[in-house]
């Protein structure tokens, strides 16, 4: 196994596009040490891009926040105008494993890794976030939802390398939430999730909204008909049901040893509504 | 050895401290040495080839094109651990469990192993080993299992119990009964009878530290072992029967250990590492991964029990019985026998009986799990009682306290209790401040207690005074939960010197005579006792000491608070000699002074707890959260409090976590889903509240300082406490652990319906 540290975006791109073997990029390698130690992958090339410049920063443009796909997610945690601007993205980075596991796990290898489970998915999607993408033929952007393509696989094509994750502009009068479900306080893997990113008008009425299910089907979820259920609304009761009901009626999941079918999707529409309570709060609705 | 007479009046000098713990420093720093920390130079990595299915009869195994694989020092299969045991069908099931012989039994049962001069060679070994599979039927529940229409496992086993003995083999390996009275006279004199059903899921001991050994044999025969174990001699004599040396050229040395709880009772891999080591002449490190603990090594059992109790309005339980089906995993066993022997033992019960079968089913061997078999019983019994007391419209302490077994009391297993401690744990419990706290919404408050037997066993100490007058303890029973502490303060205690004057040690198989394993709670109880008995011995050879370099009758010499003293008005210009003088001079008065003991401990002295919980359960989601909890428990005498309150929470804490969430999750193809601690949830601290302790000391009559051992009882109530508390938040009855969300939800809503 080869093991290469680039300092550019593009010697990366070109390590990663030129070898024939198995190659994997490592940013904090909670979950790519973990799978080679299990003898689940073995690696030929093993590109670690920590040394990338530019990787390991949060820059604040005009646009939004850019995270840099190597930063630790203790360092958005550690950054307050980030963690007061998109809290449900923080509570997100915050719920990754453990202390220990967040000193070195990043939100773009939790996405990479294309888990459904994903913590930092459902609350970017919910914020409308994009990735930027270097590859061999040029830059380009994706959706956070369109990331992953399928559980454990994602739509990067050969080369291509996730180079930051870019939210939009903070909104006046907007907030987020994320929220997930797991039988423990920490050291565990969402059963049901959900990121909710909410806009209100001068009087508390929901203008824009959306909506993400983690951990309920093959790849994380986007429920725009969820969304347009509290569009208008000042998230009363009957909205807040109806969120609920459209949020459970979307889950396509499946029985396994973390839940069944029945659980997940009760629990999807329960979540659902806190988190929308939650986002609504914090975007100054009353 | 008698409780000692005085033992009322007695004032210890250090029995009862918090001293600091022997072993702390080197924990806390990593500088401890665990199974996998002892390496041998030119040592080999083994890894094992285990099965992928849970049933099957194994064709073939080709081994050629990995022999061949260059770093690859040596292969073996069964073919190379014949059956050396003569008939003891006991042994050549924990070998046949070692490694699989004419069949595969579970998802996990090891096929072949490798040794090789590196894992990256291992493991391309063992991706090169072809084995041909026929698959079988399995069966991995209890229930199923003891069906006619079950596969069957074993074709030897024909059920033991039964009269006549049953012509068929089946997975009904064992029935069992106990207790005594007229049960249809008892339950016809019942104002109220409640029936219920329960099943608890297979857990595992969850130890952090896997299993690991490293073995060398030599080729003039004479072996070495360095491995993880409770019980080392247990390991060394197994090893050494199954391999066909003798004992005494097996010299085991036990590691420090990361946890046992009764896992590491049982050989699972040394064999293997010893039968590498000779076949490749190189010292061969076997460690397990963490996968490998679950699927391969021994958890506990999963069950199905039925209760029927009878009680009259004033709360007197007229009948009690119970039919409580375990598994031993692929193997015979008799944990539903030892489950029925604790199922009544808490109360004083004139018509009781529990009845008990024990099947074999396609899971790995089940070994004990700190107190066996009783946490599932006591879920079954108590949750039954708190039913009663509802129904009867008692409060569920006054119930309990009124049904207490007490001394004298006849036990539904057999013995006459002696003074015991159920009723001073029920009255304190009662007396309580957590049981008066008020409770927040959506909270329920339960409480339960439970019993463990104790177990006494076979124990060596050596004790040395050195040359500086300081002491050396040597034990050879392994030290699980803080016996080393325990030992030096008894050691301490006789000898009238401070406890930093001892420094214990847990020696290898060839320093001592045999030790039975860690087990039964017998640690502190048995090896304390031989501490006090050895360092005894050693008074008697310093007064004899003392007495020779005064010239004077042995008798005349006494031994006090860490010198002699002559006696006699006449004596009076005789300094007292020293422990530093006596041993300084030791060479001159007859040599080395130490102290022997070799004991068996009999009379362990049964324990009881109560215990205490509050859970708020979130109604929306079924998540449980304990607010609080309280373990009150009668440790006899607590010789180091710090470590018996410890062992109380230790034992909560796992309760909780069985309670709650931890289980064997099996696919319909029969393989373990969650071999890991993602998805195997282990409490973690966040999950826990503080653990509040109360430790009472009812002195066992049967050890010097009255100490009985404590570490098992704190695991049996809490499954019940818990499922009660969970009961009491959400208004619905819960009959099956864990307490899981879905599980909790999906009873929440069908009460609803």
């Known amino acids: 196994m080869r093991y290469e540290t680039p300092s550019t975006a593009k010697e990366a791109v070109s390590l990663m596009a030129k070898e024939k073997g198995i190659a994997y990029i490592l940013a904090g390698g909670t979950d790519l040490l973990v799978k080679m130690k299990a003898g689940m992958i073995e690696p030929d090339l093993v590109v670690d891009i920590k040394r990338v410049k530019g990787m390991n920063e949060i820059k604040k443009g005009a646009g939004g926040y850019s995270i840099g796909a190597a930063v630790p997610c203790v360092a958005i945690l550690e950054n307050a105008a980030f963690v007061k601007a998109w809290p449900g993205v923080a509570d997100a980075a915050n719920l990754i494993g453990s202390r220990q596991v967040q000193g070195r796990s990043t939100m773009t290898g939790n996405m990479c890794n294309a888990s459904p489970a994903a913590d930092s998915v459902p609350a970017l999607v919910a914020a409308g976030a994009k990735v930027s993408i270097a590859g061999p033929k040029g830059n380009r952007k994706l959706a956070v939802e369109d990331v992953a393509a399928g559980v454990g696989r994602n739509n990067l094509k050969k080369g291509e390398i996730i180079t930051s994750i870019d939210l939009p502009k903070k909104a006046a009068k907007s907030g987020d939430a994320y929220l997930r479900f797991t039988p423990r306080t920490e050291m565990d893997i969402a059963v049901v999730s959900v990121g909710v990113n909410l806009t209100l008008d001068g009087k508390g009425v929901i203008t824009k909204a959306r909506v993400a299910l983690g951990a309920v089907s093959t790849t994380v979820l986007l429920v725009k008909e969820a969304a347009k259920a509290i569009i208008g609304t000042k998230l009363d009761d009957a909205a807040k049901a109806n969120l609920a009901a459209l949020c459970s009626a979307a889950c396509k999941p499946i029985d396994d040893k973390r839940g069944t079918i029945e659980f997940r999707t009760d629990v999807a529409g329960v979540l659902a509504r806190r988190a929308a309570e939650t986002a609504y709060a914090r975007a100054g609705g009353k | 050895m008698p409780l000692d007479q005085d033992l009322e009046i007695k004032k210890f000098k250090v029995i009862g401290t918090r001293v600091r713990r022997p072993d702390g420093v080197d924990k806390v720093t990593g500088r401890a040495r665990y199974g996998a920390d002892t390496s041998a130079p030119g040592q080999l990595v083994a890894l094992v080839l285990r099965s992928p299915h849970p049933h099957a009869i194994i064709k073939k195994i080709d081994i050629s094109k990995a022999e061949k694989l260059a770093g690859v020092k040596a292969i073996i299969t069964s073919a190379d651990l014949p059956d050396l045991t003569n008939g003891d069908r006991a042994m050549l099931d924990i070998l046949e469990n070692c490694m699989a012989r004419k069949k595969v039994l579970y998802d996990g049962h090891a096929v072949a192993a490798v040794a090789a001069i590196d894992a990256t060679t291992a493991r391309a070994a063992l991706k090169l080993i072809k084995v041909d599979y026929q698959i079988l039927p399995h069966v991995t529940d209890v229930d199923e299992a003891l069906k006619p229409t079950s596969p069957v496992i074993h074709d030897h086993i024909f059920t033991d119990g039964i009269e006549p003995k049953p012509t068929k083999a089946s997975n009904f390996n064992k029935q069992a009964e106990y207790g005594h009275g007229d049960l249809d006279a008892g339950f016809a004199e019942a104002d109220v009878i409640i029936e219920k059903s329960y099943k608890t899921e297979q857990t595992h001991q969850g130890y952090i530290e896997p299993h690991s050994c490293l073995a060398s044999v030599s080729p003039d025969g004479a072996a070495e072992m360095w491995v993880c174990t409770q019980g080392h001699f247990v390991y060394r004599n197994q090893c050494a029967a199954l391999l066909g040396l003798d004992a005494n ?91 029925a022997m604790t199922t009544w033992a808490c109360y004083d019960i004139k018509n009781c009986k529990s009845l008990s079968k024990d099947a074999i089913v396609n899971r790995p061997k089940t070994a004990a799990y700190r107190a066996p078999s009783a946490p599932q019983s006591c879920f079954a019994v108590e949750n039954t009682i708190d039913e009663v007391a509802k129904a009867i419209g008692m409060d569920p302490v006054e119930l309990r306290i009124k049904n207490a077994a007490k001394e004298g009391t006849k036990s ?342």
Not at chain 2, 259 to 280: D, M, N, Q, V
Not at chain 2, 607 to 625: L, Q, R, Y
Not at chain 2, 664 to 688: E, H, K, M, W
């Open chain 2, 412 to 753: 539904s297993y057999g013995p006459v209790y002696g003074p015991i401690g159920i009723g001073a744990t029920l009255q304190a419990a009662k007396n309580h401040p957590h049981m008066k706290a008020p409770l927040a919404k959506d909270t329920g408050r339960g409480m339960a207690c439970g019993f463990w037997f104790n177990f006494g066993g076979q124990t060596c100490v050596d004790l040395n005074v050195t040359p500086d007058g300081t002491i050396t303890v040597a034990v050879g029973t392994m030290d699980v939960g803080g016996s080393r502490a325990s030992l030096a303060l008894a050691a301490a205690e006789e000898l009238g010197v401070p406890y930093e004057a001892v420094r214990v040690i847990v020696a290898d198989t060839s320093s001592l005579g045999h030790n039975d394993m860690t087990d039964g709670s017998r640690g502190t109880f048995s090896s304390s006792m031989a501490a006090v008995f050895a360092a005894r011995n050693a008074i008697t050879i310093l007064r004899e000491r003392a007495a020779k370099t005064w010239e004077i009758p042995v008798d005349d010499v006494e031994w006090v608070d860490g010198e002699a003293k002559a006696k006699g008005a006449s004596r009076g210009n005789l300094a007292p000699l020293t422990l530093k003088d006596l041993a300084k001079g030791a060479g001159g008065t007859g040599g080395p002074i130490a102290g022997h003991s070799e004991i068996v401990a009999d009379n362990a002295g049964v324990s009881f707890g109560t215990h205490i919980c509050d859970a708020h359960v979130d109604k929306e989601t079924g998540k449980t959260t304990i607010t609080r909890y309280t373990v009150i428990q009668d440790a006899g005498k607590a010789m180091h409090p710090s470590y018996v309150e410890g062992q109380y929470q230790g034992g909560a804490a796992q309760g909780i976590g069985w309670a709650l969430n931890e289980e064997y999750v099996y696919g319909t193809n029969g393989r373990l889903q969650n071999a890991a601690f993602l998805d195997y949830r282990i409490p973690v601290c966040s999950d826990l509240p503080m653990i509040d302790t109360q430790i009472l000391e009812i002195p066992n009559p049967h050890h010097p300082y009255g100490v009985r051992g404590v570490g098992e009882t704190p695991i049996v109530p809490p499954l019940a406490a818990v499922s009660i508390a969970v009961t009491n938040a959400t208004g619905v009855r819960m009959h099956h652990i864990p307490m899981s969300p879905p599980r909790i939800l999906k009873a929440i809503k069908s009460a609803k319906m």
């Open chain 2, 249 to 339: 050229k097996l010299r085991v040395t036990a590691s420090e250990i990361g946890g046992g709880f009764g896992g590491k009772t049982h050989i699972w891999t040394e064999p293997l590492a010893l039968a590498l080591s000779r076949k490749a002449n190189r010292p061969v490190k076997l460690t397990m991964s963490r996968e490998e603990v679950f699927r391969c090594t021994g958890p506990t059992s999963s069950t199905s029990i039925d209760v029927k109790i009878g009680a009259k309005k004033d709360g007197t339980i007229t009948a009690a019985f119970a039919e409580l089906r375990y598994h031993g995993g692929a193997f015979p066993s008799n944990w539903a026998e030892f489950g």
